[in-house]
Structures are given as structure tokens and as C-alpha cells.
């Protein structure tokens, strides 16, 4: 569900939470508004590139 939003939202050229919010997901059936705001939170996702990368590079056979 969240993929299909996604992409209707980038083809309508809406922003993330615009596009959850127009499919649905954020209400009394999907995410709370505390639960959006984390997802959304930039602070949330630092950090995580590194592993990303690392573990790209990894499955590529170029880092140990």
C-alpha cells in the first residue's frame, strides 16, 4: 500500500506524507500522526547509509 501511494504521489507530484495521507494511510485505519512524523524525521534515518553502503559493497564482493 505504501509503494502504491508512493507512486501515485510522484505522479502526481505530491510529497510523501501528502500521498499517505490522499491513499489513506495515516488515520484511524493506518498510521497515527506521532508514527508519520517519526517516519518522516530525517534525525530517524541517520546513521543508516553507512550499513547501506557497507553492505552493498559487501554483496558485491569489494569490502570484507
Do not use: Q, S, W, Y
Amino acid at each position: 500500500a505504501v509503494h502504491a501511494a508512493t507512486m501515485a504521489g510522484l505522479a502526481a507530484g505530491a510529497d510523501l506524507e501528502t500521498a499517505l495521507r490522499t491513499a489513506g494511510l495515516v488515520g484511524p485505519d493506518g498510521l497515527t500522526e506521532a508514527e508519520l512524523a517519526a517516519a518522516l524525521d530525517p534525525a530517524n534515518a541517520l546513521g543508516a547509509a553507512t550499513a547501506f553502503v557497507d553492505r552493498t559493497l559487501r554483496r558485491a564482493g569489494t569490502r570484507g
